[in-house]
T-cell receptor, first 111, second 119 residues
């Protein structure tokens, strides 16, 4: 499974856009890129998944360049409730897939 | 939809005792369930993968005789920590997967976690 590298922590302020970049140089052809969010003392929650180019849903956007060696999670206009740990995971999409979590990025949103 | 529950949400036990944690998919049938452990300020570590009716597959370094996993039905998996010791104190999280419910994203649905404290 491809290893991922993310910044350990980030700080932002309410209303700002936050971009979290993840490096996955060894991504395989059939690997997808998935982001999860985790609040303290809770299980992670799925945010978004993509394979290439750009994916957008109601909470975030995911930008993936052509070489797919990195990806950027974009959170528009963050609020205090977006303070959490964000995990970038890379893996295949066929059948069930083990999720190997990296260290994640601890995002702190300030008033 | 796609709700996963865990019971208990927290448990305190004495060293040497066994503790059972339940993971249930409430509104879907989970073909596969996963168990994770998370220490404070650390990431989730996958412990094992269980498919209904089959023996669990443990990750390297996880003692299968210490962490007994049973996936007897499509909606219930249990993790039993046998002869628990203080170093087993951790946050245990399960997740459930079903190819229909998970959809194109192959999303895993996580439970709220169980905090185990071994005295």
């Amino acid at each position: 499974l491809a290893k991922t590298t993310q910044p350990i922590s980030m700080d932002s302020y309410e209303g700002q856009e936050v971009n979290i970049t993840c490096s996955h140089n060894n991504i395989a052809t059939n690997d997808y890129i998935t982001w999860y969010q985790q609040f303290p003392s809770q299980g992670p929650r799925f945010i978004i998944q993509g394979y290439k180019t750009k994916v957008t849903n109601e909470v975030a956007s995911l930008f993936i360049p052509a070489d797919r060696k990195s990806s950027t999670l974009s959170l528009p206009r963050v609020s205090l409730s977006d303070t959490a740990v964000y995990y970038c995971l890379v893996g295949g999409s066929g059948g069930y897939n083990k999720l190997i979590f990296g260290a994640g990025t601890r995002l702190a949103v300030h008033p | 939809g796609a709700v996963v529950s865990q019971h208990p949400s927290w448990v305190i036990c004495k060293s040497g005792t066994s503790v059972k944690i339940e993971c249930r998919s409430l509104d879907f049938q989970a073909t596969t369930m996963f168990w994770y452990r998370q220490f404070p300020k650390q990431s989730l570590m996958l412990m094992a993968t269980s498919n209904e009716g089959s023996k669990a597959t443990y990750e390297q370094g996880v003692e299968k005789d210490k962490f007994l996993i049973n996936h007897a039905s499509l909606t219930l998996s249990t993790l039993t920590v046998t002869s628990a010791h203080p170093e087993d104190s951790s946050f245990y999280i399960c997740s459930a997967y079903d190819w229909v419910t998970s959809g194109a994203n192959n999303e895993q649905f996580f439970g709220p976690g169980t905090r185990l404290t071994v005295l």
